[in-house]
Structure formats: C-alpha cells, structure tokens
C-alpha cells in the first residue's frame, strides 16, 4: 500500500506555503509535459507554472482563477480520458497546476494533498520502465517532504530550483524510452481502430448491397 502524503505531513504550513509547495510539483513535472505533447507547446506550460507563481502571496480572486482554469482546459490535451493516447499523460500532468490553482484560491489542505497525490499518480504512471519501480515515487515522494520542510524552516522553492530537483533529473533520464514505447502502443491501437472502422464499413456496404437486393427480388 502507497504511503501518501497526509494532512500531517501539511500541518503548520500557511496558505502560501501550501500553494509553493503544490507550485513546486507543478514545476517537477514540466519536463513530463513537454516529453508526452504533441499538440501544446511546452512553453505555455511554464508559463501558467510561472504565472501561478507570480500569485504566491496572496489569495487569487475568483476572476483571476477563473482565467487560469481557463488556460488550463485550453490545452487540447486537456479532455482526453483515453490512456492509450499520449494526450492522456498530457492531461494528467494539467491536473498539477489545476490542483494547485485550487490552493491558491483558498483550497487549502484538501487540495494540496490532492495535488500530491496527483503528482506520485504521475510518478507511479513510468514504473514499469524502471528497474525499482518504486524509485521515481519514493524520489517524487522525499522530494515533497523536502519541500515542505524547507518551507517551515524558511526556505522558498523557485521553478528553476525544482527543475533540479532529484524526480525531474530521473524523469529526463528515463522520459526518451517511456515516451517511444506508449508512442508505438498508441500507433498500434489507432491502426487497431481503423482497422476495425474499415471492416465495419465493409460489412454495413455489404448489408446494404444485400438488402438491396433483397428489395429488387421481392419487386419482380
């Protein structure tokens, strides 16, 4: 059973201190957003990140979280549900900053562990391309803890200082072999579904011819 973050592991951090600590997942996984997208550009991602940032310190208003989820459900990644696609891990990576938007409104503790586990979803999502499956959860794992002490000590993460962080060294390492092998997987099944739309097509044609046939016997 996966040992998650709790409301514990939050407890005497300010609202701005939950909202760096979410900003800072939203930062780690960056590099996952431009490996997995083939229609956004992975500079808009960094910058509603960095624009999210700029509003740490201050509760968003509801006109600016409306704008921001705006931005994010722009991406048109951001429906897909289909887990064959690359689109897919697009999407979940959106749920970082969307989570994270949430705290910056005022979603508190609530959001910010949703926002944690969103992120070690993430991580978990790439275990079978390692030889520890654990290692990129537990990394993702120490490195929120490490955060959210630097946090109560007075310590300030910045969206540079994430990129280095241990979770986003590894995922730039392993992201190459993890993104060719859902790529081949999601050629195959699109080739799958034509296949099968194409022999659908046969079939009804052949339906259609025969019931055709059926009518002009029936006349004569």
């Not at 083939?38 to 999210?52: E, K, Q």
């Not at 070690?120 to 275990?127: H, M, R, S």
């Amino acid at each position: 059973m996966r040992d998650y973050l709790t409301a514990d592991d939050f407890a005497g951090l300010s609202r701005d201190g939950l909202a760096e600590a979410c900003l800072a997942c939203s930062a780690r996984f960056a590099p996952m957003f431009a490996a997995f997208t083939t229609r956004s550009d992975p500079r808009d991602y960094d910058d509603l990140v960095r624009d999210l940032w700029a509003c740490a310190g201050r509760k968003v208003s509801a006109r600016e979280a409306e704008e921001f989820e705006r931005r994010v459900r722009a991406f048109p990644e951001a429906d897909c549900d289909d887990s064959y696609l690359l689109d897919y891990y697009v999407m979940r990576v959106l749920g970082i900053p969307f989570e994270t938007l949430h705290v910056l409104a005022g979603g508190g503790v609530k959001r910010a562990l949703a926002c944690s586990r969103t992120a070690l979803g993430l991580a978990d999502e790439v275990k079978k391309e390692l030889d520890d499956e654990n290692e990129l959860w537990d990394a993702e794992r120490q490195e929120q803890l490490r955060v959210i002490a630097g946090l109560k000590a007075g310590r300030h993460p910045t969206f540079d200082s994430c990129l280095a962080s241990p979770t986003t060294r590894r995922l730039a390492e392993v992201l190459p072999a993890i993104v060719a092998t859902q790529r081949a997987e999601q050629d195959e099944y699109l080739a799958s579904i034509h296949r099968w739309k194409q022999a659908r097509l046969r079939a009804m044609q052949k339906e259609y011819l025969a019931n055709i046939g059926h009518r002009r016997r029936a006349r004569e």
